[in-house]
Nanobody, 125 residues
Framework: QVQLVESGGGLVQAGGSLRLSCAAS????????MGWFRQAPGKEREFVAA????????YYVDSVKGRFTISRDNAKNTVYLQMNSLKPEDTGVYYC??????????????????WGQGTQVTVSS
């Protein structure tokens, strides 16, 4: 079983950058598709990005394309989310998630089996 721990959140001004990390325990990290979601206060958790097991296939929600980059280092059991040109609407708790399947459900919360505890990102205007 893989356990996920996010880090790297914080307070940043609009236009700034943050890099989130999600460290996974266990020896089967490379067998999981990894995703990032976020949840703003009073809103549902929404998909941000996903990366295939090899790191070759990437998938983003339209609102972050060109600003966010998802990547992974299977040797370090870690997935990253580099966030540039941050906007106040990017504010929320960011969660990493894992699933063994690259499927049409990657944009859905229900498409993932494992979740981290989340890290807060606040973008001030």
């Amino acid at each position: 079983q893989v356990q996920l721990v996010e880090s790297g959140g914080g307070l940043v001004q609009a236009g700034g950058s943050l890099r989130l990390s999600c460290a996974a325990s266990g020896r089967t990290f490379s067998g999981y598709v990894m995703g990032w979601f976020r949840q703003a206060p009073g809103k549902e958790r929404e998909f941000v990005a996903a990366i295939s097991r090899s790191g070759i296939s990437l998938y983003y929600v339209d609102s972050v394309k060109g600003r966010f980059t998802i990547s992974r280092d299977n040797a370090k059991n870690t997935v990253y989310l580099q966030m540039n040109s941050l906007k106040p609407e990017d504010t929320g708790v960011y969660y990493c998630a894992a699933t063994p399947r690259w499927s049409g459900s990657l944009r859905s919360v229900d498409g993932y089996d494992l979740w981290g505890q989340g890290t807060q990102v606040t973008v001030s205007s």
